[in-house]
């Protein structure tokens, strides 16, 4: 069974990257009937808080990307102890007592020869005797994790294709800090292994860890899942951009898109499909491949997630909306606004002209006694359509016309107005019976004087 997760760590709010991850797992493990984990990673104590795992919870559940279960670092600290015990037995990882500044210097030196920063394994050329010097000195070690050299780390990414790489290129990773806290590497290949996660979807700023993880995976006696890296999100300017790192649920729902809006964007940007406003989560599951993703940085514009959100709210049904809606406003009321408005918030601004107060502006003298004849005829046009007659709008509009000789934005706007205090405004022919007839003569008759 295919098992995915997302691993986000609570050190913040989901940001729009993060959202595309979990989606996309998601749809892996919907696709293939399997199981979608949340993992909170929260085994850096210090900048772990409740309220953002909070927060989390509840920006999917908005997005309605719903978790088969949720597991949390923080309640499996003895599984990462044993793990590392057996991996110490096995000489796998070692004690290591340089200071980040004896780092620092080392990483310069090497950079300065123009070679690649990676870690001397000074560690591991030290005696006995030494160590004991260093603890008795107070240092306590950080442990790194030591990649097996002769064995060149390989995969077939879901994304990238052939992925390689050669272990002495990579420095050992530090695992654990020397207060004894988890570096992320060690708890996540051992939480991977025990939740029996078979794929792993991730962005592309995870490949050499992913590459690091497979030695971990193998040192553990387990195979490592399906690995697949998909190229990172930037801005409209084409970086990597602070405000993509900071956008999130609550600015999407105070603009007012749809969560809708985001799946739609989110499942298609990166890939050769087109981003369209499909509502339909079966409609994008069935076309959802990771064969389709390509490996140039995928743009999020919010030109586009609006556009989207435009098109899908205007394709809204009125029972998928009514729990939203101003009170007292019906499915013919949403029917008369929805092609104006570009989000849900907007529905208020329209359906205000139904409810009144209104404010029509100052009328020449010709106008107004236009109006007055439209007040007098207002009441025949109602009754007609009772009758089973043209419906209100057109019958006014039809008798004025033939009695006034007036066409066009002569016949129209000064009705609207005098209607509505607008200039446009919704169709006026659903929304002339939501005002009724009552309002709208008096409206009429207020504009005539
Ligand atoms: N907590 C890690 C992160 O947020 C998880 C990465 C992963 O393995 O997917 O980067």
New binding site residues.
């Given amino acids: 069974m295919t098992i995915t997760?997302?691993?986000?760590?609570p050190t913040g709010h989901l940001h729009v990257g993060?959202i595309r991850?979990a989606l996309h797992n998601w749809m892996l493990a919907q696709i293939a009937g399997g199981e979608f984990v949340l993992r909170i990673?929260d085994t850096d104590a210090a900048r772990s808080k409740e309220e953002y795992v909070e927060a989390i919870r509840a920006d999917l559940a908005w997005l309605g990307i719903a978790a088969s279960r949720e597991e949390r670092q923080s309640t499996r600290l003895d599984h990462y102890q044993a793990a590392f015990d057996t991996l110490r037995e096995a000489g796998r990882i070692y004690p290591a007592y340089e200071t980040q500044q004896e780092l620092e210097l080392k990483r310069k030196v090497l950079l300065g020869r123009g070679l690649p920063p990676i870690y001397d394994r000074g560690a591991l050329e030290m005696s006995d005797a030494e160590r004991a010097a260093k603890e008795a000195e107070g240092v306590q070690p950080h442990w790194r994790f030591k990649l097996d050299h002769s064995e060149q780390i390989s995969w077939t990414d879901g994304v990238r294709g052939s992925a390689k790489f050669d272990p002495a290129l990579l420095s050992d990773p530090v695992i654990r800090r020397a207060d004894g806290s988890w570096l992320?590497m060690l708890p996540?290949t051992v939480d991977?292994i025990d939740m029996g996660i078979t794929q792993?979807l991730?962005?592309e700023d995870?490949v050499s860890?992913t590459a690091v993880q497979i030695q971990m995976f193998t040192a553990m006696g387990a195979t490592p899942p399906a690995f697949a890296h998909e190229a990172l999100l930037v801005g409209t300017e084409g970086k990597l951009s602070k405000r993509l790192g900071s956008l999130g649920c609550d600015s999407f729902r105070e603009r007012g898109i749809e969560p809708e809006a985001i799946i739609a964007l989110l499942s298609r940007l990166g890939t050769s499909l087109p981003v369209e406003p499909i509502a339909d989560r079966a409609k994008l599951l069935e076309t959802f491949d990771l064969s389709t993703f390509g490996r140039a940085p995928a743009k999020f514009d919010d030109a586009d997630l609006d556009r989207v959100n435009t098109a899908i709210v205007h394709a809204m049904e009125y029972d998928a909306v009514k729990g939203r809606l101003p009170e007292g406003m019906d499915e013919s009321g949403w029917h008369a606004v929805r092609p104006n408005i570009a989000n849900i918030a907007e529905v208020g601004e329209w359906w205000r002209l139904v409810t009144g107060p209104i404010e029509a502006p100052e009328f020449s003298d010709e106008d107004r006694a236009f109006l007055a004849q439209a007040a007098a005829q207002l009441s025949e046009a109602f009754a007609n359509a009772a009758g089973g007659g043209d419906a209100p709008w057109a019958g006014l509009t039809s008798a004025l016309k033939a009695a006034t000789g007036r066409k066009g934005k002569a016949l129209f706007l000064p009705l609207r107005q005098a209607l509505t205090g607008m200039n446009h405004g919704p169709d006026m022919g659903e929304l002339l019976p939501l005002i009724g007839e009552e309002a709208a003569a008096r409206r009429l008759e207020r504009a005539a004087v």
């Fill in positions: 997760r997302f691993a986000p760590s993060n991850t990673d992320y996540s991977d792993v991730r962005g995870h860890n």
